[in-house]
């Protein structure tokens, strides 16, 4: 079957490096996907990995290794506001999204 | 209006009720999905619109009934649900391709259901 692992929940401080993982097993693959969600709201895209390798944007890292089935979540320099859940998400051969239950980050003062 | 929206936000039904819910997409895309989320499972994908057709149905219960007028608009119609269909349903959009790929999806801000 489908699978994406990712932790439940996390903690951090505000100013540090948090790196969230994820591990998939699908059949086929065309992308891995990683969103926000704040409680209460929408998800809202943050990154997508095809290739290999690190993507970064601002304070937002993501990398991808397609032979181990693994990527992660690079958050730098965290505030209050990354307070959120983030959800990781595989593109499979059908174009369609699989979907982790997603992994709650909590950030302290 | 911008991005994807949803109506209503919030809904209270009993278990006899008829009740829909409604998403509009304001993106230009081509592709709609509604999406079951429940508490610290993984967004269940319910049903794609590609198109206008609908082309994906994860074996969900006929109480379910979707439809989808026009590539803008998308409705989702429930009909003597259970307690356990109670859940924040979320509405997307994306540009699918012919060709089968799909770039990244906005969503909705979702309607909490809850079935008494």
């Known amino acids: 079957g489908q699978n994406i692992d990712q932790p439940t929940e996390m903690t951090a401080t505000e100013g540090a490096i948090v790196q969230i993982n994820c591990t998939y097993q699908?059949?086929?693959?065309?992308?891995l996907f990683w969103y926000q969600q704040h409680a209460g709201e929408a998800p809202t895209f943050l990154s997508y990995?095809?290739l290999d390798g690190l993507e970064e944007k601002g304070r937002f890292s993501s990398f991808l290794s397609r032979s181990k089935g693994y990527s992660y979540l690079l958050l730098k320099e965290l505030q209050m506001k990354d307070s959120a859940s983030y959800l990781c998400?595989?593109?499979?051969?059908?174009?369609?999204?699989?979907w982790g239950a997603g992994t709650k980050l909590i950030i302290k003062p | 209006e911008t991005g994807v929206t949803q109506t209503p936000r919030h809904l209270v039904m009993g278990m006899t009720n008829k009740k829909s819910l409604k998403c509009e997409q304001h993106?230009?895309?081509?592709?709609m999905y509604w999406y079951k989320q429940s508490a610290k499972k993984p967004l269940e994908l319910m049903f794609v619109?590609?198109?206008?057709?609908?082309?994906e149905n994860n074996s969900v219960p006929s109480r379910f009934s979707p439809e989808c007028p026009n590539s803008s608009h998308l409705f989702l119609h429930l009909h003597t649900l259970q307690p356990e269909d109670s859940a924040l349903y979320l509405c997307?959009?994306?540009?699918?391709?012919?060709?089968?790929?799909?770039?990244?999806?906005?969503f909705g801000p979702g309607t909490r259901l809850t079935v008494l």
């Open positions: 997307a959009s994306s540009q699918a391709e012919s060709s089968g790929g799909a770039d990244e999806q906005f």
């Open positions: 993106l230009g895309h081509n592709a």
């Open positions: 619109y590609n198109f206008k057709e609908q082309t």
């Open positions: 699908t059949s086929g693959f065309n992308g």
């Open positions: 990995n095809v």
């Open positions: 998400a595989v593109m499979d051969s059908n174009y369609q999204l699989i």
